[in-house]
């Protein structure tokens, strides 16, 4: 019953106002609610950051994080602000090492080197010799040609040595240094070519290797060949031989004498056909009255195979150092002599 009372009751008074005031009625419009437009404004952060070391130990850290917000107003917000943090650390740790060297003693001598100061050179010339090694003793030794030790000396493991090259130990000399340690040598050779400063007159070829002390000389001389052998005299001196000599060369064991000095006689005998006696008086005196090895030398030589000897101009030369002659002949022959009164004889040419 009520219910019916209320409704009723404001519209009577509605009508009473409306008659009280004589004025339009005015219904009011709906005001307009503001509306919501979301707005989504992402923002995104990222901070890398490396520390590389020598040890890698890589550590990965990912926090994603997005907080979106909303708030109702009359202009409605929404925020959506991810956030991400990418940190990987390497962290190293140097620890340095000590790496032993090994260094190798050796127990046995040891040459690091060898040299001479020329490889070709004149007889009689010098050079330095020089050498770098190691071990309790040391001895270098000078080799002639024919395999020979002629000299040695004994020095310290490493230094250096003047030394003259001979001229008359052939064409090659060789140098051989020894180095000794604990009981053990180890070796090593150098060759000197030598070369003459001075040729032969009969050609260096023939010389087996070896350089004459001068130009040799050259005088009036006498050739005469026996049944035993040969008589050469000659005037001229050189390099320790006096002249006016004979030199006789015996066939039997081509064993040679020389005779200085020597004067003149008249050879006695009587040689059979086609056989002479000494055929000047400077051989003569020789053949006459000489002994060799106690024997007389008319006995050795026998007769002359001519009536007169050879008087052309006679050759000698000596080889460097003494001791050996080399005599030319006619016919181009070249005798050599070993020794310097008396020894051993052969024809080179």
Sequence with gaps: ???????????????????????PVVIPTVAQLPSITP????????????????TPTPTFTRTPS???TSTPSSTATLTFTPSMTYTPAFTATFTPTMTPTLTLTPTGPVITSFTSDNYQMPGGSVTVLRWQGSGDSALIEQIN????????????????????????????ITYRLTIIRNGMPVSQSIAI??????????????????????????GQGLYQEFEG???????????????????????????????DAVGSAVATGSPPGGRYLPGHATLANIWESALYNGQPVKN??????????????????????????????????????????????????
């Design 1 to 23: 019953m009520n219910r019916v009372r209320f409704p009723v009751l404001l519209i009577v008074l509605a009508l009473a106002l409306i008659g009280c005031n004589n004025q």
């Design 39 to 54: 707005t989504f404004t992402p923002t995104f952060t990222l901070t890398p950051s490396a520390t590389p070391t020598f």
């Design 66 to 68: 997005a907080t979106p």
């Design 145 to 172: 040609a024919q395999s020979q030790i002629t000299q040695s000396w004994a020095v310290a493991v490493s230094g250096e040595q003047a030394v003259q090259i001979p001229a008359n130990q052939g064409l090659a």
């Design 193 to 218: 070519t030598v070369t003459c400063a001075i040729d032969w007159f009969f050609g260096n070829q023939f010389a087996g290797g070896v350089c004459p002390a001068n130009l040799g000389a050259i």
């Design 229 to 259: 052998g040969v008589m050469i005299y000659t005037p001229t001196p050189s390099e320790g031989y006096p002249g006016n000599t004979v030199y006789v060369l015996i066939y039997s064991g081509n064993q040679w004498q020389r005779y």
């Design 300 to 349: 050795l030589l026998g007769y002359a195979l001519s009536a007169s000897p050879d008087t052309s101009a006679r050759t000698y030369q000596v080889q460097a150092g003494g001791g050996v002659l080399f005599f030319d002949a006619p016919a181009a022959r070249i005798f050599r002599l070993a020794g310097q009164i008396g020894g051993t004889w052969t024809q080179i040419r």
